[in-house]
T-cell receptor
Framework: DTGVSQDPRHKITKRGQNVTFRCDPI?????LYWYRQTLGQGPEFLTYFQNEAQLEKSRLLSDRFSAERPKGSFSTLEIQRTEQGDSAMYLCASSLLGFSGNTIYFGEGSWLTVV | GENVEQHPSTLSVQEGDSAVIKCTYS??????FPWYKQELGKRPQLIID?????GEKKDQRIAVTLNKTAKHFSLHITETQPEDSAVYFC???????????????FGKGTHLIIQP
């Protein structure tokens, strides 16, 4: 197990296009989170799943953002009709609730540039 | 919702000296306070955390203290080394619908610079 992995690591897209990021959590982690980080700021919480259930999505930035975790394993974050303000790093994280508490492990992130 | 303030934004110390980074939080219900270290272009990595039933926790050169009454928590790094140079983020747990106190609210970060 090599930790949380994200794909792609870098994405350049034209404004108005849709993009999708994939996250593979640490094996057997039942919680999966998505954050956004812009330069000079801390990560900003977007949404999270417990197994396949999305337990919090009110903090998704707009209705252009959606996330899925259909089988309780990997997750995808989709941004529709991208805008320049969406340029940021999108971080995925996972944790195993109930075992060692709430320690959250982050992936390396997916950098998005909207041109 | 929760709000976390972090100070200073930049901290420069001489190698071997101590560094202290301070955070305050707004939601008295928060009960989990981790600290993450992030090197340029890398993932945030957990370095230490503390839960609200503990006032202090130490791990080698790193320690965290928590004052629940004042809603303050601090990171202390002793005998700083060049590899300690990075951005450090404090965070507080956020109570979410569906249970669990693990949606983190982060501070804006402190850029720690260790001068040789």
């Amino acid at each position: 197990d090599t930790g949380v992995s994200q794909d792609p690591r870098h994405k350049i897209t034209k404004r108005g296009q849709n993009v999708t990021f994939r996250c593979d959590p640490i094996s057997e982690h039942n919680r999966l989170y998505w954050y956004r980080q812009t330069l000079g700021q801390g990560p900003e919480f977007l949404t999270y799943f417990q197994n396949e259930a999305q337990l919090e999505k009110s903090r998704l930035l707009s209705d252009r953002f959606s996330a899925e975790r259909p089988k309780g394993s990997f997750s995808t974050l989709e941004i529709q009709r991208t805008e320049q303000g969406d340029s940021a790093m999108y971080l995925c994280a996972s944790s195993l609730l109930g075992f060692s508490g709430n320690t959250i492990y982050f992936g390396e992130g997916s950098w998005l540039t909207v041109v | 919702g929760e709000n976390v303030e972090q100070h200073p934004s930049t901290l420069s110390v001489q190698e071997g000296d101590s560094a202290v980074i301070k955070c305050t939080y707004s939601d008295s219900a928060s009960n989990y306070f981790p600290w993450y270290k992030q090197e340029l272009g890398k993932r945030p990595q957990l370095i230490i955390d503390i839960r609200s039933n503990v006032g202090e926790k130490k791990d080698q050169r790193i320690a965290v203290t928590l004052n629940k009454t004042a809603k303050h928590f601090s990171l202390h790094i002793t005998e700083t080394q060049p590899e300690d140079s990075a951005v450090y983020f404090c965070a507080a747990s956020l109570l979410l619908s569906g249970g669990g106190a693990d949606g983190l609210t982060f501070g804006k970060g402190t850029h720690l610079i260790i001068q040789p």
